[in-house]
């Protein structure tokens, strides 16, 4: 069964740092990995997408790699702002089962 | 395009009724799945689908039912409503796997039962 981690839980920071957020899957078997954010109250907005074939992929300040043979994901967000504040999801697309599966997140703040 | 709409926004029901969460995209995606999300336990699959008359079982599909007569729509249906069931609820949809592309998310419905 895939299980999917995200550490931190939680992670604090004053604005302007650079930070990683990390993911793990169990089950290499993964057509792609995705990238969300969650605003509360909010539904789940779409960040980036890296198929299993790539390394990373970029937009903006964001960039996500993917090692899919250690089962590992990274977020590194740049010049961090407040309004980054958010949870991060990480989840995979599970080969086979036709099934996304969700870490439970990393709550980012950001302080002024 | 709307993306994906999910109706109501925000429920209260009473332990024993029955409700019907509605959930519309009009990307013409194959796969459409429900969700539902507790405080701190992260995103639990309730069951999902990979095309019209198609539908499967997720992690916890105790309690729900769900339909796909057409691409656009797919319902969820609760069947005597248990306080174990108050959630946020999201529906999302993607394409097939094979064009590897990002799933889209609702907004949610709110569910309390009392």
């Known amino acids: 069964k895939q299980e999917v981690t995200q550490i931190p839980a939680a992670l604090s920071v004053p604005e302007g740092e650079n930070l990683v957020l990390n993911c793990s899957f169990t089950?290499?078997?993964?057509?792609?990995l995705q990238w969300f954010r969650q605003d509360p109250g909010k539904g789940l907005t779409s960040l980036l997408l890296i198929q299993s074939s790539q390394r990373e992929q970029t937009s903006g300040r964001l960039n996500a790699s993917l090692d899919k043979s250690s089962g590992r994901s990274t977020l590194y967000i740049a010049a961090s702002q407040p309004g980054d504040s958010a949870t991060y999801l990480c989840a995979v697309f599970q080969g086979g089962s036709e099934k996304l599966v969700f870490g439970k997140g990393t709550k980012l703040t950001v302080n002024p | 395009n709307a993306g994906v709409t999910q109706t109501p926004k925000f429920r209260i029901l009473k332990i024993g009724q029955s409700m019907t969460l509605q959930c519309t995209q009009d990307m013409n995606h194959n796969y459409m799945y429900w969700y539902r999300q507790d405080p701190g336990m992260g995103l639990k699959l309730i069951y999902y689908s990979v095309g019209a008359g198609i539908t499967d079982k997720g992690e916890v599909p105790n309690g729900y039912n769900v339909s796909r007569s057409t691409t656009e729509d797919f319902p969820l249906r609760l069947e005597l409503a248990a306080p174990s069931q108050t959630s946020v609820y999201f529906c999302?949809?993607?394409?097939?796997?094979?064009?590897?592309?990002?799933?889209?998310f609702g907004q949610g419905t709110r569910l309390t039962v009392v």
């Open positions: 999302a949809s993607s394409y097939s796997m094979a064009r590897n592309t990002e799933a889209f």
């Open positions: 089950d290499s078997a993964i057509y792609n």
